[in-house]
């Protein structure tokens, strides 16, 4: 696989799971923070888990 290839495949996978989290938590990250609060500082040991990763995917984007 050449690079352009695995960067378009590695972008695609990135989006997929920033749209799976959308779909579970019913908005986009930033409405899901107002509701539920900071990863970082949650007590809920899955929003804090799953909001971490997706902070992480969406700055991996950002970082493009």
Do not use: A
Request: charged content about 40%.
């Amino acid at each position: 696989m050449d690079d352009q290839t695995y960067n378009m495949e590695r972008i695609k996978e990135i989006v997929n799971m920033i749209c799976f989290f959308e779909d579970r938590y019913g908005g986009n990250f930033e409405e899901v923070v107002k509701i539920k609060g900071d990863p970082y500082l949650s007590e809920d040991w899955k929003w804090s888990r799953e909001g971490k990763e997706w902070r992480g995917h969406l700055k991996e984007i950002g970082d493009l």
